[in-house]
């Protein structure tokens, strides 16, 4: 079955650029989303079709594909980015599939 | 304005069935993708599997032999049966909508925690 790998945390200072990876064979064939989840509440879509932003998400989540990875780019980052970020695609059967999640801090 | 909530027991016993039902407010469940997601304590998110628009199933090849889902068109509900469940299952189940490969999962349930005990 196809996988996603994710780095387990990132750190980034107040201000500054984070960006979160999610690798996978040839992801770049595969349309990409990424997930905002805060303690004790449920996941909220940031980015779809790699770089898509829904209505309502700030304009500084991007994100991009190429390759082997995908990568969530939080510019100026904030102190309310600080969550858990997964990223998901489908295989070939398409099936939905989760990476393991990147912790990110904001200190 | 969609929304979606997750109900069903809070506690199940080992080897007994798990069923979790998912009630759509807002749009037709004959319309988009209707998925099962859980994530147990401190872990990540595990795709269960969905029923379609059209009643067709696809699920997680690593659960696919203990899960069921279907729809309910006269209540516009969906739902989850999990069969011979162990502590391993122990999770917050959660109910989400996506469009397919074009979009993400855009609406999610709150979410709710199925104890696996005895």
């Known amino acids: 079955s196809y996988e996603l790998t994710q780095p387990p945390s990132v750190s980034v200072s107040p201000g500054q650029t984070a960006n979160i990876t999610c690798s996978g064979d040839n992801l770049e064939d595969r349309y990409t989303c990424w997930y905002q989840q805060k303690p004790g509440q449920s996941p909220v879509l940031v980015i779809y079709q790699d770089t898509k932003r829904p209505s309502g998400i700030p304009g500084r989540f991007s994100g991009s594909n190429s390759g082997n990875t995908a990568t969530l780019t939080i510019g100026g980052t904030q102190a309310m980015d600080e969550a858990i970020y997964y990223c998901q695609a489908w295989d070939t059967s398409a099936a939905r599939v989760f990476g393991g999640g990147t912790k990110l801090t904001v200190l | 304005q969609v929304q979606v909530q997750e109900s069903g027991p809070g506690l199940v016993k080992p080897s007994e069935t798990l069923s979790l039902i998912c009630t759509v407010s807002g749009v037709s469940i004959t319309t988009y993708y209707w998925n099962w997601i859980r994530q147990a304590p401190g872990r990540g998110l595990e795709w269960i599997g969905y029923?379609?628009?059209?009643?067709?199933?696809n699920y997680n090849p690593s659960l696919k032999s203990r899960v069921t889902m279907s729809l309910d068109t006269s209540q516009n509900q969906f739902s989850l049966k999990l069969t011979s469940v162990t502590a391993a299952d122990t999770a917050v189940y959660y109910c989400?909508?996506?469009?397919?490969?074009?979009?993400?999962?855009?609406?999610w349930g709150q979410g709710s925690l199925v104890t696996v005990a005895s």
């Open positions: 989400a909508r996506d469009q397919g490969v074009l979009g993400g999962f855009e609406y």
């Open positions: 029923t379609s628009y059209s009643g067709s199933t």
